[in-house]
């Protein structure tokens, strides 16, 4: 199994629609991410997550929130979706830095979302 | 705030031949730099991490060098194979934080 989930893979949704996209992870990380893809640009940080109850703004917070419902889950909202958050969303969650590990994030495989 | 650029965004070779993906960071005060690979479906793989007192990081066919200094790192992969066609993408740390800043990438597809 993943070690990073995402549901859904897919999905398609109206202008105005309250959208939810959820992430968990099983690798124990207290550290979770959620990032956008847009072609061209690369991967914006949303929001992120260094425990259950610290929670941060990243780059481009306006039109979503977040829940932290527990360690492993990580859930991205988008209250009333528009056109132009139509992208590829990815979570990512890591260890923190120096613990022995690679020091790195480890990504879900991504929703692709497309608002009409 | 760090700026990323990869260039070129695209790029194909024949099979064999020795690939060099270049990244940029405007920001010389980073805390490491590190190389994603990006396959349709599969998200983000992390191949090479190299930390900021580091010159270079070895990993079979790759290899990753930073220059702090010029704000520039090259991936180099050696003998390409098909498998190797991806989107490879450089993400630079400004502060040991993991609030990474993202290369738009460079896409790559390997001939046979």
């Known amino acids: 199994d993943a070690d990073v989930t995402q549901t859904p893979r897919n999905r398609i949704t109206k202008t105005g629609k309250r959208i939810m996209l959820e992430c968990s992870q099983t690798k124990g990380h207290d550290r979770m991410y959620w990032y956008r893809q847009d072609p061209g640009l690369g991967l914006r940080l949303i929001y992120y997550s260094f425990d259950v109850k610290d929670i941060n703004k990243g780059e481009i917070s306006d039109g979503y929130s977040v829940s932290r419902q527990a360690q492993a889950k990580f859930s991205l909202s988008l209250e009333s979706a528009i056109p132009n958050q139509t992208a590829l969303y990815f979570c990512?969650?890591?260890?923190?830095?120096?613990?022995?590990?690679?020091?790195?994030?480890?990504f879900g495989p991504g929703t692709r979302l497309t608002v009409l | 705030k760090q700026e990323v650029t990869q260039i070129p965004a695209a790029l194909s070779v024949p099979e064999g031949e020795n690939l060099v993906l270049n990244c940029s960071f405007t920001d010389s005060a980073i805390y490491n730099l590190q190389w994603f690979r990006q396959d349709p479906g599969k998200g983000l793989t992390s191949l090479l991490l190299i930390q900021s007192s580091q010159r270079e990081q070895t990993s079979g066919r790759l290899n990753a060098s930073l220059d702090k200094s010029s704000g520039r790192s090259t991936l180099y992969i050696a003998a390409s194979q098909p498998g190797d066609s991806a989107t490879y993408l450089c993400?630079?740390?400004?502060?040991?934080?993991?609030?990474?800043?993202f290369g738009a990438g460079t896409t790559v597809t390997v001939r046979a």
């Open positions: 993400a630079a740390d400004p502060s040991n934080d993991y609030k990474l800043s």
């Open positions: 990512a969650t890591s260890d923190f830095p120096g613990t022995g590990s690679t020091d790195t994030q480890y």
